[in-house]
């Protein structure tokens, strides 16, 4: 089964939308230049409502790891997807102070970017998003699928950039991943969710393993 990140969450209505269709986790961006950024208060009100629900999982860009420590505190964050320069060291020590999982992020342009992930392996997962220059996330642009080829690591890659429920199905075929992760796929605009485009997405990631587990013709 292919698990299902609906990330950009900056809403409890959309928080609990996302649970409800079955998410396996709610990604909250931390990132104040994001335009998906959620307010603290906001998130401790989504870490309340879904703890045990679903994963928690706050999204940092090279933030100090006081404030992540204090965040994921507040806010019952169950994973850390960090999305900047962080190195090895630094995730191993955000682990340790939170008792969250770590989601190392790498934004793909080509193999050798791919393979910098080796060096994570302490890393619980990996995530590979869309490089765009400028920008950390939420591009709504997906890169060339074929290079999640080179992720040789055993850590289980969540693929992110551009998913939405038009074209998840190619993206679970291609990569096989362990999850799926959707930003400005679902959205009505930057921090609002659609519901009929998170249905749509929810209803495409079943079809699309449904017919995974499907006989093969001869």
């Given at each position: 089964m292919t698990r299902v990140k609906v990330c950009g969450v900056a809403r409890p209505e959309d928080a609990r939308l996302a649970a409800e269709l079955g998410a396996w986790a709610v990604g909250m961006i931390f990132h104040p230049e994001s335009p998906r950024a959620c307010?603290?208060?906001?998130a401790e009100e989504i870490g309340g409502a879904l703890k045990r629900k679903a994963e928690l999982v706050g999204v940092f860009v090279n933030a100090p790891l006081d404030e992540v420590a204090d965040l994921a505190d507040r806010c019952s964050l169950t994973i850390l997807q960090l999305h900047g320069d962080e190195?090895?060291?630094?995730?191993?020590?955000?682990?340790?102070?939170?008792g969250c999982k770590v989601m190392k992020a790498q934004r793909v342009k080509d193999a050798a970017a791919v393979?910098?992930?080796?060096?994570?392996?302490?890393?619980d997962l990996h995530l590979l998003d869309t490089h765009v220059e400028g920008l950390r996330g939420g591009s709504g642009t997906t890169f060339d699928w074929e290079l999640a080829k080179?992720?040789?690591?055993p850590v289980p890659v969540v693929l992110?950039?551009?998913i939405h429920g038009g074209n998840v199905a190619e993206a679970i075929a291609t990569v096989h991943p362990f999850a799926v992760d959707s930003a400005s796929g679902t959205e009505a605009e930057p921090g609002r969710k659609d519901p009929a485009k998170l249905e749509a997405l929810f209803e495409a990631v079943r079809r699309a393993d449904a017919a995974g587990d499907a006989p093969r013709a001869a």
């Open positions: 307010a603290p208060g906001t190195g090895p060291a630094y995730c191993r020590e955000a682990a340790r102070r939170t393979r910098q992930l080796e060096a994570f392996r302490e890393a080179h992720h040789r690591s992110s950039g551009g």
